[in-house]
């Protein structure tokens, strides 16, 4: 299965329901990860972005810190890499995340575990905790002999928690709504959807 099938079958089955999504790219969510997220809200000098930014850094410095990455890269990294989000319904600004068995990893749990409690996202937390555990075993050592910036070699594992918490945290604190994210373990982009449908099917009557 080539990056991106999940996504793109669960894309053509929504637009069968009439619901559009396509890709985004954010300046908020780059390369440099919360250190990016505080520079571009910075930036913006908008007070409204102030406390649920503050709030969205502390647990992603940690979470950076418990998956053993390299601060210093992430400051010396690039403002103009962004981070591609796949599945973003325009009309109201929500991302949605389709996570394929990859994203269910000792390391994810770990990230997970240092959520605020009063983290805001469209999904069950209890239920991701539970697949992480279910599938690390067997996730953990996914592309093990290859580089991760940041995290060093066998590191793409971090990474991807690490980017899975970072969409989490800053995209409520930067005024969308939370994000929605899906489990896909199976590789079925359709089946996703399909199980989702009358959830996802009210963001076209938001």
């Given at each position: ?62 979470i ?29 600004g ?83 709504p ?29």
């Amino acid at each position: 299965m080539a990056p991106g099938d999940v996504q793109s079958a669960f894309a053509r089955a929504a637009a069968e329901d009439g619901i559009v999504l396509g890709s985004r790219r954010f300046e908020w969510l780059c390369e440099q990860g919360h250190v990016g997220l505080e520079r571009v809200a910075k930036a913006r000098r908008d007070p409204a972005l102030v406390g649920p930014v503050t709030a969205a850094l502390a647990p992603l410095a940690a979470i950076y810190a418990r998956l053993k990455g390299d601060l210093s890269v992430l400051h010396a990294s690039r403002e103009n890499l962004l981070l591609a989000v796949d599945l973003v319904h325009a009309p109201t600004g929500t991302v949605i995340e389709v996570d394929e068995a990859a994203h269910f990893s000792s390391f994810r749990l770990t990230a997970l575990e240092l959520y605020p409690a009063d983290v805001r996202v469209a999904f069950d937390l209890g239920e991701h905790r539970e697949l992480c555990r279910a599938w690390s075993a067997r996730t953990d050592g996914l592309d093990r002999g290859l580089a991760a910036k940041g995290f060093g070699f066998g590191g793409r594992q971090r990474e991807r928690a690490y980017h899975d918490a970072l969409r989490d945290l800053a995209v409520p604190a930067m005024g969308h709504p939370p994000v929605v994210r899906i489990a896909a373990v199976d590789g079925d982009g359709a089946a996703a959807y399909a199980r989702h449908r009358e959830a996802l099917l009210a963001l076209n009557d938001a």
